[in-house]
């Protein structure tokens, strides 16, 4: 069974701040790994990373994919306020037709 | 276009009681899911749809039911309700058209509770 684990759970940091998101997997025959935002609504979609592509940027936030060691990590450099969400972690697994498989997400929270 | 729209968007039932989630996508894609979220935790995925006439089973579909008749809607009923189907209730869409594809597109969200 395909698992999602991301960490830490939740996270305080200060206007400004660097932080770093971790999301380690275990998948059958691995397709892609998406990362997602929500703000007290639906998440929406920030990255896609696969095998041809492991490594996005967009503004502040950038992502990584280890194909090797299993894992993501999503930065988000000079935190804001509006940074304050939920980051949720998905893998695709080729192998189930199109299921995503989530991990519980990390809370993040960015004080003035 | 709309994206993914489902209905209600609030809705308060009984225990016992039967209801129907709606969703509809006008985006033409294959896949269709739904999801449930408990406050603090991540999505759980209920059933899914990778084409009309086909639906199977997520990581939760005990006292769910699905049907996919058309391309673009796929209903979700809740058959005696419980207080265990308190949750918020997502449906999503996508394509897997190429290997660069694969985002899902959420609808708003439907909050359930069951008193």
């Known amino acids: 069974e395909d698992k999602v684990v991301q960490s830490p759970l939740s996270l305080v940091v200060h206007e400004g701040d660097t932080v770093t998101l971790n999301c380690s997997y275990e998948?059958?025959?691995?397709?892609?790994l998406l990362w997602y935002k929500q703000e007290k609504k639906a998440p929406t979609f920030l990255f896609m990373l696969?095998?041809?592509?492991i490594e996005k940027k967009s503004g502040r936030l950038s992502s990584i994919l280890d194909k090797k060691e299993l894992f993501s990590i999503l930065n988000i450099t000079a935190t804001q306020t509006g940074d304050s969400a939920v980051y949720l972690c998905?893998?695709?697994?080729?192998?189930?037709?199109?299921?995503?498989?989530f991990g519980d997400g990390t809370t993040l929270t960015v004080k003035p | 276009n709309a994206g993914v729209t489902q209905t209600p968007k609030f809705r308060i039932l009984k225990i016992g009681q039967s209801m129907t989630l709606q969703c509809t996508q006008d985006?033409?894609?294959?896949?269709m899911y739904w999801y449930r979220q408990d406050p603090g935790m991540g999505l759980k995925l209920i059933y899914y749809?990778?084409?009309?006439?086909?639906?199977d089973k997520g990581e939760v579909p005990n006292g769910y039911n699905v049907s996919r008749s058309t391309t673009e809607d796929f209903p979700l009923r809740l058959e005696l309700a419980a207080p265990s189907q308190t949750s918020v209730y997502f449906c999503?869409?996508?394509?897997?058209?190429?290997?660069?594809?694969?985002?899902?597109?959420f609808g708003e969200g439907s909050r359930l509770t069951v008193l």
């Open positions: 998905a893998v695709d697994d080729r192998t189930n037709a199109g299921k995503s498989t």
């Open positions: 999503a869409s996508r394509d897997l058209w190429t290997e660069n594809t694969g985002e899902l597109f």
């Open positions: 749809s990778v084409g009309a006439g086909i639906t």
């Open positions: 696969t095998s041809s592509g």
């Open positions: 985006m033409n894609h294959n896949y």
């Open positions: 998948v059958t025959n691995f397709r892609s």
